[in-house]
C-alpha cells in the first residue's frame, strides 16, 4: 500500500513539474480546490491579485510605488504584509508576470471567489496539508520534497507549507490532494468572516466604538481597526439579562422610544428630580438629549432592524432626569439614593461639575459612599461617573478630573476617553496621582477625538438615539441631520460624544458581568473591568498596568466578561499577580515558579534537573484568582517539553518538531500530556503531577555540546475546547507575547549548574535561533547577559570569571566589528574568540543568524573561589531589537560533594589508589583492589550519563559527551563505601 502511494506521489510530483511554474494565463476554465473530496469550484476576478511581501516595511514601501505608478490601487490589506491590489492595466493577465518578478514579493496570485455564492478567496504561498494517518512521518518529508514545498510549520492538526515562488499555489494544492496522501490539502485562503454577532441594526455600521474595523464614519474620518471594547465578541457569551438594571442618571429618557420601549425601561413615580419637587415623568424636554443618547449607548435595543445597538441590549434602564440648569445638591444626592432604592444595580453618570475639589458637594460623596457599601443588599451599587471634558492637549492643557468623578471613594469607576485611532481623546483629562483631590482616571472608552474648536475638522461621532422629531441632537442646531434616512432617522443622532458617551459603555460592561454572575461586588466589578482592559496608545504603564493618559487601559467587553467567574492562571514570577497583560517588563518571563521537576515523585518544591534514564515528575500549580470556583470538567492543564534554547516559538517546536544532527534526525520537542483540572476554589490553587522520562543527553552532543542536557517546559490552560482556546490574548508565533500576555500559559527555563570544590572550569550552553524557526523576520540579534534583581542573588562576577563563546556565529559577527557592552573580546586558553563578562548587565550586539539556523552558545564559569550556600542567578536573553524572544536562566550552586543517593549512609573516604584519566575517545577508571563497584558517571548538572560495574578497571566511550567536568562515584554496598573523582572531558 505505502509503496502504492508513493508511487502515486512521484508520478503527481512528475506532472506537477510541468505546472508549478506555468502561466496563469488561462487559470479561468476548470478551477476548484479540495474540500476534502469535495471540488468547490472557483473563478478569478478580473485584474485583482494577492500580493504577499518578505515583511511589513517592504510592502508598504512597494504597494506605495505599484500606486505612484498608476498601473495599481491598493484595495484591501489583508494583514501588515499581504494585500490585495487592483491592476488597472492589465493586459492578458501581464501585470500578474510583472508583480511575479519583483524581488521582495513572496508570492502573487490572482484573487479567486467561488463560482456560486462570489466569496473571495485570497491565496498565498502557503497550503495546508493533513496526511493520511497511514501515511507515517519517515516518507512525509519525501512527499513533500518531490512537491518542491518546504515545511514552515508542523502543527497538531496539519501541516503549513509552502510553493516556490512563482508557483501556483492553487494546482500544487490540488496535486497533492490528487497524489492521494492528504486527508485534506487546500490553499490558506483569507476568507471575509460573517460575525454573526454583528447585530442588523441599521446605524450599526457607524458604531465604531462598538466594532472598529477601519470603516468610514463621520466627516469623512475613518480609524484603527480594533480600536473598539468589542462588543460583538462579547455578546457571543451574554447580551445582559432582563434582571439587570442600569439607572441613568441624566436628563431623562423617551417614554416608548423606538430602540428602548417601556418593557425595557423602569418608570418610576418620583424619578424625576430635575425639579424642586420630585415628578413623576423622567422624559426629556426641548432639545434635552442628552440622557436619551446615554441610554441607548447603554442598552439600546439590539437586532431590531433601525437604530443602534447598546453594550447590554437585554438589560433594563431606570431613567432618572436629574439635570437642569441649576439642581439642588439634595436632589442629585437624593436620585442617587432613590436609584439604589428602586433596586437599580448600576448607576451611569455622565454628568459633574466645573471643580477639581473632591468633597465638592458633602451630600453627594455622602449618596455615593452609600450606594457603593448598602446597595445590592451589601454587594454594593456599581457606580460610574464621567471624567469631564477639561483638556485640550493641543494646546498643552491636560485638563482635570471633574466632581463627582474625582469622588474619594473605593470603587467607583472615573471614565476616560480614548479616540477612534487608540490615542487619549483630546479632551479627555490626564491623571495627577500626586493631587490629594484624586485625579484619577481609572479606564477609558472610545468617544469621540476632539471638539471642532480645538482640532480643525473633528466633530461629534458617537451613534446613539435621541428624541423623536425634529428636537434633540438630529437635526443640528444648523438643521443639518446625521443620519438624514433610514427607519425613524430623526430618532438617532450620530453627534454625540466626550466622556459622556464613554461613560455608559463602562456601565453597560458592568451591566454584562453584573448578568453572568450577580454576586460580583462593586469593588471585584471595578477590578474585573480594569485589570482586563487593553493598554493601548503607546503610553507608558506602570508594573500596576496603569497609564495617566488612560488609566488602567481601555475597556475590552470581551475580556472583561470571560473574567466574571473563575480565573485560573500560573505565576510567571514570584510577584505576578496574573493580570493581563504581564506588566512587570523588567523580569524574565521563563522562569516559572509554578513548574518545577522532582526526579522521585516526593511531593517536593524545589526545582531538580531532570535525569535521564528514569521517571521524572512534573509539577504544576494552577491557581484562581477568579471571583467563583471553577468547575471540575471544561478546563485542561497541557504540558510541553522542548530542547531548552534562548528562543522558542510557538507552536514549533513544542507539539512535536525534529532536527537533523550529524545525519540523524532527532526530537526536540513535544507533548507530555493533558490532565483534567479539578475544581479550584476562588482564591484556591491545586497542583498536578505529570510523568515524564527526558530524553538521552548524548544523543544531542553532537550538535548542541555541553548544552545536551537542557530541556524546558511550557505549561498551556485550556478552558474552551476551540481557538483561542480561552486566550485573553490569541496566541502566535511569538511564545514570549503569548506567555507575558496570557496569565494561563507558562515557560520554564532554569538549568542548575552544581559546582564542586575541586571544579576550575564549568561549561553549559543555550541555544539560539533563526527568524525563520521562529516566525520572525530579523538577520542579525542581540544577546543580553544580566543577573536578575532578586532578592539574596549575587553577583557570580565577584567569585568567578565568566565567558560566553559565540561558537559557529563568531567568525560572522567579528567580521561584522562585533560590539560589546559590559564586557570585552578576548582569546581563552585555546585560542577561541570569546566575551569576557565584566558587568552585571550586559549586551552582545550584532550578530548574524541564518533563518533556519539553530547554533550553541557557551558560557563558561571559572571559580575563584568556592561559596556554597550563596544564590548566584544569571540569565541569557536572545533579543530581536528591544524585544525579548526568549531565554534561560543559570542557577549556579556551590555544592559540597556527597555519596551516591543509593548509599546515602555509606563512609565516602578518598583512596590514593584511584585513577581517573581521558586517554583519546575513552574514559578510564582504575582502581586495583579486586572489589567489585558500581559506577556512575554524571554531569554538572547532575544528569546520570553512563552507569556500569567494575572489578579494577572501566573503560568508558565518551566520544559523545559534551566537553565539560564529570564526576565519577563508585560504590561498594557490602563494605558500604564509596569513592569519588571527578575529570575533565575535553
Known sequence: MKNSILLSTLMAALCLAAIVFSSFGHFQNGLFYYAFTEK?????????????????????????????????????????????????KDKDGAALQQLQNESDIISAQPLLQTAKEKLALSATEEILVRFKKDIDSSNIEAILKKFNVTILQKGELFYTVAVPRKANTL???????????????????????????????????QQWNLHNVGQLINDGHTGTADADIDAPEAWARTKGKNTITIAVLDEGVTSN???????????????????????????????????????????????NS????????????????????????????????????????????????????????????????????????????????????????????????????????????????????????????????????????????????????????????????????????????????????????????????????????????????????????????????????????????????????????????????????????????????????????????????????????????????????????????????????SLATGSRLKLYWAKASASLGWTFPWTGASYGCAGTPLNIGGAIGTKVIPAVSSGGTTTLVFSWTPPKPTDYAPCFGSDASHFCLLARIET??????????????????????????????????????????????????????????????DLAFKMPEEKENNNILEVADVEIDLGDLAKDWLGRSGKVEGGFITEDKQGKTVVRLTSPKGTIYGIPVNPDQLASVTLTVMPRSFNPGKLFLFDIQQMDKNTIIGGERFDIQFTEKKAAKATATSAVKTNPLLKTYQSGSQLVIQLPDDKQYAVTISNNFGQLFTAAKMINRLSVPVATYPKGVYFIKLINTKENIAYTSSVMIQ
Open 40 to 88: 468547490i469550484s472557483l473563478e478569478t476576478v478580473t485584474g485583482q491579485y494577492v500580493l504577499r511581501y518578505i515583511n511589513a516595511d517592504k510592502a508598504k514601501e512597494k504597494i506605495a510605488l505599484l500606486e505612484k505608478s498608476g498601473a495599481f490601487k491598493n484595495k484591501e490589506w489583508k494583514d501588515d504584509r499581504t494585500v490585495i491590489i487592483n491592476a488597472l
Open 257 to 303: 422610544h423606538f430602540d428602548l420601549p417601556n418593557t425595557r425601561q423602569v418608570r418610576l413615580s418620583g424619578s424625576n428630580f430635575s425639579t424642586a419637587t420630585p415628578g413623576n415623568d423622567p422624559s426629556p424636554v426641548g432639545n434635552g438629549n442628552h440622557g436619551n443618547a446615554c441610554a441607548g449607548l447603554v442598552a439600546a435595543t439590539r437586532d
Open 171 to 205: 494546482q500544487v494544492a490540488n496535486a497533492i490532494m490528487e497524489s492521494g496522501v492528504a486527508e485534506f490539502s487546500h490553499p490558506n485562503f483569507y476568507r471575509d468572516i460573517i460575525m454573526h454577532q454583528v447585530p442588523n441594526d441599521e446605524y450599526f455600521g
Open 720 to 781: 474552551t475546547p476551540a481557538v483561542p482556546y480561552g486566550m485573553a490574548f490569541p496566541e502566535t508565533t511569538n511564545l514570549g507575547d503569548n506567555v507575558k500576555k496570557n496569565n494561563n500559559i507558562v515557560w520554564k527555563n532554569i538549568s542548575i549548574v552544581n559546582a564542586l570544590p575541586d571544579a576550575t572550569l564549568i561549561r553549559t550552553s543555550v541555544l539560539v535561533a533563526g527568524g525563520k524557526l521562529l516566525g520572525r523576520d530579523f538577520s542579525t540579534f
Open 306 to 629: 433601525q437604530g443602534v445597538a447598546g453594550v447590554a441590549p437585554l438589560c433594563k434602564i431606570m431613567p432618572i432626569k436629574i439635570l437642569n440648569p441649576s439642581a439642588s445638591d439634595a436632589n442629585i444626592a437624593n436620585a442617587i439614593t432613590f436609584a439604589k432604592n428602586n433596586g437599580a444595580q448600576i448607576l451611569s453618570n455622565s454628568w459633574g461639575y466645573g471643580t477639581s475639589l473632591s468633597n465638592f458637594v458633602p451630600a453627594i460623596v455622602t449618596a455615593i459612599t452609600d450606594a457603593t457599601t448598602t446597595g445590592r443588599g451589601g454587594l454594593g451599587c456599581v457606580v460610574v461617573f464621567a471624567a469631564g471634558n477639561t483638556a485640550n492637549h493641543a494646546s498643552g492643557n491636560n485638563g482635570f478630573v471633574t466632581f463627582p468623578g474625582n469622588v474619594n471613594v473605593a470603587g467607583v469607576l472615573t471614565v476616560g476617553a480614548s479616540d477612534r485611532y487608540d490615542a487619549q481623546a483630546n479632551y479627555s483629562p490626564t491623571s495627577n496621582t500626586a493631587s490629594t483631590d484624586n485625579q484619577v482616571v481609572d479606564i477609558v472608552a472610545p468617544s469621540h477625538r476632539a471638539y471642532p474648536s480645538q482640532i480643525r475638522g473633528e466633530d461629534f461621532e458617537i451613534w446613539s438615539m435621541d428624541i423623536p422629531g425634529a428636537t434633540g441632537y438630529n437635526p443640528n442646531t444648523t438643521g443639518t441631520y446625521l443620519p438624514a434616512a433610514g427607519t425613524n432617522f430623526d430618532a438617532y443622532t450620530g453627534r454625540m460624544g466626550g466622556t459622556s458617551a464613554a461613560c455608559p459603555q463602562v456601565a453597560g460592561a458592568a451591566a454584562l458581568l453584573l448578568s453572568l454572575n450577580a454576586n460580583l461586588t462593586q469593588q471585584q466589578v471595578f477590578n474585573i473591568l480594569t485589570e482586563n482592559a487593553d493598554k493601548v496608545g503607546g503610553y507608558t504603564y506602570n508594573a500596576s498596568g496603569f497609564s495617566n493618559e488612560m488609566g488602567y487601559g481601555r475597556l475590552n467587553l470581551y475580556r472583561a466578561v470571560w473574567k466574571s467567574g473563575p480565573d485560573l492562571y500560573m505565576k510567571d514570577q514570584v510577584t505576578d499577580a496574573g493580570l493581563e497583560p504581564n506588566p512587570d517588563n523588567a523580569s524574565a518571563y521563563f522562569v516559572s515558579p509554578d513548574i518545577w521537576v522532582r526526579n522521585t515523585n516526593d511531593g517536593g518544591t524545589t526545582h531538580q534537573n531532570p535525569e535521564y534514564g528514569q521517571t521524572n515528575y512534573v509539577y504544576v500549580k494552577v491557581r484562581n484568582r477568579g471571583v467563583a470556583a
